[in-house]
């Protein structure tokens, strides 16, 4: 008889659950779990979406499920629970469920992503799971200045944002739900084509390609722009489901209780299933995983544009602010030369590209001005996490590159 529990992960696949998969039950070497169960919108044969060259091998195995649900779906949700004839129940959950398109409507977002996660997690309570661990984005514009802790009432970032935390009082609310909340900073990785840095890493490439400056429209300033390793996304998962699985809710929130601080508009608490009142005081396990790097925009701009031999460079203050006060207006032509370029690139390349998750264009939520700033202290006191990628350096940005050149995702262009 194994020991191993079974894990379900939800959602995510378009982010980081296939570098949480590849980490419980590795290609090569021995599964942490028993069984490993993946449920998401997507279909993996054919794919509608990304899967980089990886993650199939792991579908492959074994002990590997994968599900194409409709989670929006009560009735749907409470099967993806159930496990094959004959297995014990799925012990852990992972629910790295929520749109990530910036740009979606309000209602959009209370579907699928509060929604989701209220059905995902009342499920996950009645059929009391030992742990359940919500990924959280990092969709919050953290006070300049310093780095913040998990006590402290950052402000979401816009829509986004203002439903992805509403979902972690949600699920907060939950009754004897194990929950444990992980809030990461910038994700970056191998075959992680998602997210902020994914997209200057490539702009960059293309700046490289030119042999032009890379330009911001931001001026240095403090602008934190705290990043994240997928492998650490995946390790600080597996690190928080044992620990909770380990201590128990109670336990869990006397050690890690934070409150989640109300962040809305007092008049749609009537509109949206599950939303708890204003004046309720939600108190989640809550931790911030980010790595060592520091990186800000002058550090993360500096590094990449290094690493694809050219340079970062700021705009001269008049024509940033009116840029920026024009955003809307010229973010084509922002986006022209850089778009045109990657073209070239992957036409150029050696072989050709033809398919590829990546692009250089940058929409005016990238163009935006981020600050993500979170301490890491925490989840390194209170459940041990040490992190496995602590800086982006150029061999870790390397590792990226090079596995998006073996699958024919990244040009190779002969100099
Ligand atoms: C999922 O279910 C909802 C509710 O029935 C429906 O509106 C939506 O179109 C479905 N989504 C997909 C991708 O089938
Ligand atoms: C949200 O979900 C409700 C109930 O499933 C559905 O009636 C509505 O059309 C959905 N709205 C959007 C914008 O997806």
Not at 326 to 342: F, K, P
Request: contains cysteine; charged residues 20%.
């Amino acid at each position: 008889m194994s020991q191993k529990p079974n894990a379900i992960i939800l959602g995510g696949l378009n982010t980081c659950s296939r570098a949480l998969a590849g980490l419980l039950v590795p290609v090569e070497g021995e599964s942490l779990v028993s069984s490993l169960r993946i449920v998401d919108k997507y279909s993996v044969v054919p794919p509608t979406t990304y899967l980089g060259s990886e993650f199939p091998q792991v579908l492959a195995k074994d002990n590997v499920e994968y599900k194409q649900a409709n989670l929006t779906v009560s009735s749907i949700v409470s099967s993806a629970f159930d496990p094959p004839a004959g297995q014990e129940p799925y012990s852990l959950v992972f629910d790295l469920t929520g749109d990530v398109a910036y740009d979606r409507p309000e209602k959009v977002q209370i579907n699928h992503t509060c929604n989701v996660a209220r059905l995902i997690g009342e499920e996950a309570a009645r059929r009391n799971v030992k742990a359940y661990v919500r990924l959280q984005q990092p969709w919050y514009e953290s006070p300049d200045k310093g780095l913040h802790d998990e006590q402290e009432d950052v402000k979401p970032y816009g829509v986004i944002g203002t439903w992805w935390h509403e979902s972690l009082r949600i699920l907060g609310a939950i009754e004897g739900l194990n929950l444990v909340i992980l809030r990461i900073g910038l994700v970056y990785g191998p075959y992680i084509d998602f997210g902020l840095m994914t997209n200057v890493l490539t702009v960059a490439a293309v700046y490289g390609y030119m042999k032009k400056p890379m330009k911001s429209l931001w001026n240095p300033g403090h602008n934190s722009m705290n990043t994240v390793h997928s492998d650490d996304v995946a390790g600080g998962l597996w690190a928080a489901a044992q620990w909770m699985s380990r201590v128990g809710r109670a336990e869990a929130l006397s050690l890690a209780g934070e409150e989640i601080y109300w962040r809305n508009d007092k008049s749609k608490v009537t509109e949206v299933t599950g939303m708890p009142l204003p004046d309720k005081k939600i108190i989640a396990p809550l931790f911030n995983l980010t790595d060592n790097n520091g990186t800000t925009l002058d550090k993360a701009g500096k590094t990449m544009t290094a690493f694809f031999g050219t340079i970062f460079e700021y705009h001269n203050f008049v024509t940033s602010a009116m840029i920026r006060f024009r955003l809307e207006d010229v973010v084509e032509d922002i986006n022209e030369a850089h778009v045109s370029g990657w073209a070239e690139m992957l036409t150029k390349s050696n072989p050709p590209v033809t398919k590829t998750p990546l692009s250089a264009y940058m929409s005016t939520f990238s163009l935006s001005k981020h600050t993500i700033a979170f301490s890491n202290k925490k989840i390194q006191r209170i459940i041990g996490y040490q992190l496995k990628r602590p800086t982006m350096a150029d061999d870790v940005l390397s590792e990226v590159v090079d596995k998006w050149k073996t699958e024919g995702s990244w040009p190779t262009i002969q100099s």
